[in-house]
């Protein structure tokens, strides 16, 4: 019987020493030229030692924990024994014995997924070797006795952000995946990563904006924003788009999508498939969305009053102009879900009641338990990022994306880094990414209000804490029918936090938890068969109370939504189009304003 074959040794490909050559000689211009970028921006920018103010959190940890040594001891102890166990399991393995792992990746975790990290004892050992030390680290930072809230969970994230950095998968020589296409390709793979690395600092003018998808694979109004409409209005703060309609009939109020300013409508009109905008049309609504302006040092002096009256109470005048109907429902998202809420209070105490039903999309309105984004909010960094806007007129996109991205940063960041800069890859098209590639800059007035009275005193959970335009506004007189969405997985608008909302409200409400995230859980169409949800018409003051009595549902949240507004006006009549009120359309959707990208 002859013997299996050895499979073949991975065969090692020369480089090209012309190509290397020419590659260096490149890299060392391109880099003289981001070194100099960098350090002109330097010279403008005053920057504050620590702007995060990171340095005096950590430092009252470790003060902390020289207080009480027995836990910084007990975890140690608890630490060495699991790294022996780790040692004499893998001292088994490779004498051809089983072991069981001593720790396991979290389910989900990508960055494992490659099979020598199991197969291999070598990585296996390195993985393992990782997730101990991180799950040591972060025992420890979490049971430090004595801390404040804010300062345990900024030292908390931050510990996170460490960890999250220093893993094995980050990094060439402990990477089995890296280092076998660098074997086959010759190291081809780590002058193309150095190229894309450079062409990222180029971008970013010496700071490193991480190339997410392919830029140029989508185009608006061609394979992303495609639904057919009008803008028929505009102001300095916004456009305003009329979408065509697919029904015969249409319901008698028109519904009024007003999104987050931080980032662009679009993403409720993606592509066809997932496109909210397309399917409420599909219902029979006529839809109008609000396309916010990427606003530059210009418009520095816009105020969170300026985004009331100049986008949701300027929104209402035009619709009615354009339809001839005076009341609407209205959608707002995130912090677009925000400001209606805002608005709707301010209308509450003049007495304007066109707004008939409001949906609020994973709206914070009750930020003492803001999540993870609360770790940017002190008054240190307060002060740094005020600092920086008064100096420029605005927050700079890329910033705030930055922040978000931090948030995630395996998935976000680190991803990126191995495809991109150690295997050497080009990120492939995909629509989200490119939409959150996509940032908008914040005006300094009005970011600086949103930060400061909401994030940071909570003023608007407040009757009366806040002055909109002449009025002292009380989310509890707000009458409206509400609707309000979260997503369980939600790390901006965490659900628990969103839910406060229907405490402040007045009125008829409902809340509806979805699955997944801030953004998947929200765009989740019928036809996608993903993501449960979760309804409960009682609403105790908790919200785990309310998920205890809650009953899953299967699919999307989209029926359930439109069983609920339709419920409250089922009158139609005729189509409405583009063009035909007063109104007359300015340019095809989805209009000029959505184009403006951060260079």
């Known amino acids: 019987m002859a013997e299996p074959q050895k499979p073949e040794p991975p065969v090692f490909k020369l480089p090209d020493p012309a190509v290397i050559s020419r590659s260096m000689a490149d890299v060392a211009e391109r880099s003289q030229r981001i070194v100099g970028e960098w350090l002109k921006r330097q010279a403008q920018e005053k920057k504050s030692p620590d702007p995060l103010n990171i340095g005096s959190a950590f430092l009252e ?344 991205n931090m948030l995630r940063a395996n998935d976000l960041i680190w991803s990126f880094v191995v495809n991109n800069y150690l295997l050497g890859n080009e990120p492939f098209p995909f629509d989200l990414l490119y939409w959150n590639s996509d940032s908008t800059r914040m005006p300094a007035a009005m970011h600086s209000f949103y930060l400061r009275k909401m994030y940071q005193e909570n003023l608007l959970a407040k009757p009366g804490g806040i002055t909109l335009n002449g009025e002292k506004i009380d989310l509890g007189k707000i009458r409206t029918p509400s609707y309000f969405l979260s997503t369980r997985e939600d790390h901006i608008a965490p659900w628990k936090s969103t839910y406060r909302g229907t405490q402040l409200l007045g009125g008829e409400k409902r809340f509806v938890l979805a699955a997944s995230g801030h953004i998947a859980g929200v765009v989740n169409p019928p036809d996608s068969g993903k993501y449960n949800h979760w309804i409960n018409t009682d609403l105790p003051p908790d919200a785990e109370t309310w998920f205890q009595g809650a009953t899953e549902m299967s699919g999307s949240w989209w029926p359930d939504w439109q069983r609920w507004v339709t419920a409250l006006d089922k009158t139609q009549v005729k189509a409405r189009k583009p063009g035909d009120g007063k109104l007359k359309p300015i340019e095809d959707a989805p209009g000029s304003y959505v184009a403006v990208r951060l260079t």
């Open 61 to 404: 940890m470790t003060a902390r924990l020289m207080a009480n040594p027995a836990t910084l001891v007990q975890a140690q102890i608890g630490f060495w024994q699991d790294y022996l166990t780790l040692w004499q399991n893998t001292a088994r393995r490779m004498m051809g014995m089983d072991t069981a792992p001593v720790i396991d990746a979290p389910d989900g975790d990508r960055r494992f997924k490659d099979d020598a990290w199991r197969e291999n004892e070598v990585f296996d050992f390195i993985k393992q070797s990782y997730l101990l030390s991180a799950r040591y680290v972060q025992d420890v930072v979490k049971h430090v006795d004595g801390l404040d809230p804010k300062t345990a969970q900024k030292v908390d994230f931050y510990a996170r952000q460490f960890v999250d950095a220093m893993s094995p998968s980050n990094f060439l020589f402990t990477n089995p995946e890296v280092l076998r296409k660098t074997v086959e390709s010759g190291g081809e793979n780590l002058l193309k990563g150095l190229n894309n690395l450079l062409t990222d600092l180029e971008r970013g003018k010496g700071q490193l904006r991480i190339k997410m998808t392919d830029m140029e694979a989508f185009k608006f109004g061609e394979n992303i924003a495609i639904t057919p409409g009008k803008v028929v209005y505009q102001n300095d703060l916004m456009q305003l788009i009329q979408y065509e309609p697919t029904t015969d009939k249409v319901l008698k109020r028109p519904l009024l999508i007003g999104p987050p300013w931080i980032n662009k409508f679009y993403i409720l009109d993606l592509r066809p498939r997932n496109s909210f905008v397309r399917w409420a049309v599909s219902q029979g609504h006529t839809v109008f969305v609000i396309s916010w302006v990427n606003p530059d040092e210009r418009l520095a002096e816009k105020s969170f009053d300026d985004y009331m009256t100049e986008g949701y109470l300027a929104a209402l005048d035009a619709i009615e102009q354009a339809t001839g109907e005076r009341e609407v429902n209205a959608i707002g998202y995130c912090l677009g879900g925000t400001l209606l809420a805002s608005t709707l209070a301010w209308m509450a105490a003049r007495g304007d009641d066109r707004i008939k039903s409001a949906t609020f999309f994973v709206t914070m309105m009750d930020f003492r338990e803001a999540g993870e984004l609360g770790v940017f909010i002190d008054e240190e960094q307060l002060k740094s990022l005020e600092d920086k806007m008064n100096q420029r007129g605005y927050l700079e996109g890329s910033e705030m994306a930055t922040t978000f």
